[in-house]
Every structure is written in structure tokens, then in C-alpha cells.
């Protein structure tokens, strides 16, 4: 969470100073590096908002210091991963399709796939909605079990879509991790049965 302070003392021959925290507590030490390229000198009085941290000796420092009058930066672009988790999805699928055209026994899979992936698309939409508006959410536990049992090509055709849950760690491992689980488990049925 960023916090606002105004700087109370800086040495411009030195490259540090202090900010003193507009909500009230101890000042924080900043450094100049804090303020990152580009950024204009900084200057007593002035109204900055910074992320809170501790340095090497466990003491409070500032990092990522922007004056109220520079804008705050912009997150970078997203990748282009969007497109590929949908072609992968799209691929899954046209894979599937051509099993089951060579393997009429495979029809229940495809069936159970694609109504896993439908429920799940909609459980993200859902879940997306929800943090928009600060609503209950849907709990991480049920969209990893919808990917697992199925829904995974849903799950990331959603997450492009709503471009939802495709930073947070741990659970993109744990998401990718039900992939791996589900398609060990196609590969089993597919070769017992």
C-alpha cells in the first residue's frame, strides 16, 4: 500500500533526506535512487507518495518515491501471453475434437471439457466482477478444481479475457500445476480405458 509524507529534510550534496508521513509517525529515510530516472530533484515541503521498507540494518526506508506532481507510472504492458493462452486453449480443444473423431469413446471427454471449461469461464467472470466492485469473491480453491477437473482451457481463455489472475504467485504455479495434473489423468483414462 503507497503511503504520502511530505520531505522535512534533505541534503541535495548528500542525495538523502527525510519524509515525514502525512498519516503521522516516525520520518523514513529516503534516498535519491529511491526516486528513480527522470524523476526532478527533490525538494523540502514537498508532497510525495513512496512504498514503505526497511533497509540492510532493519530500519524504515522509502522506495518507488514519486512527487504528487510527476504522475505515477505506468504498470508496464502486459505480455502478449493473452493470445497464447487462448491458442493453446483453441488447440486443446481442436486436439480433442480430432480424437474424438478417431475415438467415438472420447465424446464424454470432449463433453466433460467443455462444460467444465464453460462453468469455469464464468467462475472467473464472476470472481472479476466481484474485486471490481468489493464484493465476496470466489475463493481460489474453487477455480484451481474447476482447471483441475477440466475447466482449464476456460480458465485460461477467462483470464485473457478479463485479464484476471495472471500475476499473482503462488497461485498461477498452483494453476498451471492442476494443467499438468488434469492432462496426466486424460492420459490415463485415455490409455486404461
Known sequence: MRSKGRITVWHDDRGYGFIKPVAGGKQVFVHVKAFGFGSRRPELNR?????????????????????????????????????????????????????TFKDSRLIVAALIYGGASAFTFILYG??????????????????????????WPGALIAQSVFRHKTRKQPFRFIFWMTIVLNLIGLGVWVATS
Not at 82 to 96: P, T, V
Not at 127 to 148: I, N
Open 47 to 99: 508532497l510525495v507518495s513512496y512504498d514503505l521498507s526497511t533497509d540492510s540494518q532493519g530500519r524504515p526506508c522509502a522506495t518507488k518515491v514519486h512527487m504528487a506532481a510527476d504522475r505515477e507510472p505506468q504498470a508496464p504492458p502486459r505480455p502478449s501471453a493473452g493470445w497464447s493462452s487462448i491458442l493453446l486453449a483453441i488447440s486443446f480443444f481442436g486436439l480433442l475434437g480430432f480424437w
Open 126 to 151: 464472476s470472481d472479476k466482477s466481484a474485486a471490481k466492485q468489493g464484493a465476496q469473491r470466489t475463493p481460489e480453491s474453487l477455480l484451481h478444481w474447476g482447471a483441475l477437473l477440466g475447466g
